[in-house]
Nanobody, 121 residues
Framework: QVQLVESGGGLVQAGGSLRLSCAASGSIFSINAMGWYRQAPGKQRELVATITSGGSTNYADSVKGRFTISGDNAKNTVYLQMNSLKPEDTAVYYC???????????????WGKGTLVTVSS
């Protein structure tokens, strides 16, 4: 099994920045991709960004140009740098482990407990 622990959430004013971290441990050798999801109250959980072990990235249109996902394979850690934050970015952000196959991301049922990001207007 895989254990994921997120950190870095908090309260920030619109236009500010935060960096989220996700540390992975356990049986991670078969994992070749990670993703960040978020869920706001009353809304479905949505995929924000993904990264493969080779460094390929993808972003939701709503965050493209503002968020950057990166990884440190040696530390088994992925990051989400969030700049130019907007109130609509307010959500609980979850780290997810998955697989990249044929240029598609397949999320597995491995999740962190989430970290809350609140952006004030």
């Amino acid at each position: 099994q895989v254990q994921l622990v997120e950190s870095g959430g908090g309260l920030v004013q619109a236009g500010g920045s935060l960096r989220l971290s996700c540390a992975a441990s356990g049986s991670i050798f078969s994992i070749n991709a990670m993703g960040w999801y978020r869920q706001a109250p009353g809304k479905q959980r949505e995929l924000v960004a993904t990264i493969t072990s080779g460094g390929s990235t993808n972003y939701a249109d709503s965050v493209k140009g503002r968020f950057t996902i990166s990884g440190d394979n040696a530390k088994n850690t992925v990051y989400l740098q969030m700049n130019s934050l907007k109130p609509e970015d307010t959500a609980v952000y979850y780290c997810n482990a998955g697989l990249e196959l044929s240029h598609r991301y397949y999320g597995m049922d491995y999740w962190g407990k989430g970290t809350l990001v609140t952006v004030s207007s």
